[in-house]
């Protein structure tokens, strides 16, 4: 099976702070995913990258920015935390359309 | 744009009893997948089903099978036998065949199983 690590399950980081989650898989997928999930807000996606080094907005970048400098890792950087950037964090890989997405367990940031 | 609108926040179904969640979407395309993810307490979002759009067949996992009507744009979810387990949020996802590559998800169900 397909395994996505995110490799903190929980967060907390100082306002200001600059803030790196880990994203890593092991399936060779040309694509990732970071969404953030907020209650009643659903998923929504912030960075997403079809291959080594690209990288596409999604709907709520502000605030974030990604590197993938090798195909199976994918980081989402916030340059400076603030507290309404509280939230849970998925990373996701997929093989392709057909196939949906695989998940990480997720990273509850904190940010006070 | 495509949406995905799921119009039930929380449901409630009695162990073994049978439940549906209602999920719509909009898009102007005609090919695309269709899915339904379940994250348990746990926070692992998983893959429940797919659908592909093309088929007319509904999809069936097991105690999981969708009813997909293409020309009402509804894809909803029919739980089996609920068991405690079964006990999640469930989001209903939607991504064109054709187009970018990103999944857009609903806003998500709230499933509690009453023992």
């Known amino acids: 099976d397909v395994k996505v690590t995110q490799s903190s399950r929980y967060l907390v980081k100082r306002t200001g702070e600059k803030v790196f989650l880990e994203c890593v898989q092991d399936?060779?997928?040309?694509?990732m995913f970071w969404y953030r999930q907020d209650p009643g807000l659903g998923l929504r996606l912030i960075y997403f990258?079809?291959?080594?080094?690209?990288?596409e907005k999604g709907d709520i970048p502000e605030g974030y920015s990604v590197s993938r400098e090798k195909k199976e890792r994918f980081s989402l950087i916030l340059e400076s935390a603030s507290t309404n950037q509280t939230s849970m964090y998925l990373c996701?890989?997929?093989?392709?359309?057909?196939?949906?997405?695989?998940f990480g367990s997720g990273t509850r940031l904190t940010v006070v | 744009a495509q949406t995905v609108t799921q119009s039930q926040p929380e449901m409630s179904v009695q162990e073994a009893e049978t439940v549906t969640l209602s999920c719509t979407y909009d898009?102007?395309?005609?090919?695309?997948?269709l899915f339904w993810y379940k994250q348990p307490p746990s926070r692992q979002m998983i893959l429940v089903i797919r659908?592909?759009?093309?088929?007319?067949q509904n999809a069936t996992e097991n105690r999981f099978s969708v009813n997909f009507q293409k020309a009402a744009k509804s894809f909803s979810l029919k739980i089996s036998d609920s068991q405690l387990g079964d006990a999640a949020m469930y989001f209903c996802?939607?991504?064109?065949?054709?187009?970018?590559?990103?999944?857009?998800f609903g806003k998500g169900t709230r499933l509690h199983i009453l023992p």
């Open positions: 996701a890989s997929r093989a392709g359309r057909y196939y949906g997405y695989t």
């Open positions: 399936m060779d997928h040309e694509n």
């Open positions: 990258s079809y291959d080594v080094k690209m990288k």
């Open positions: 898009t102007s395309e005609s090919d695309y997948y």
């Open positions: 659908q592909e759009a093309y088929k007319q």
């Open positions: 996802a939607y991504t064109a065949m054709n187009r970018d590559d990103k999944i857009i």
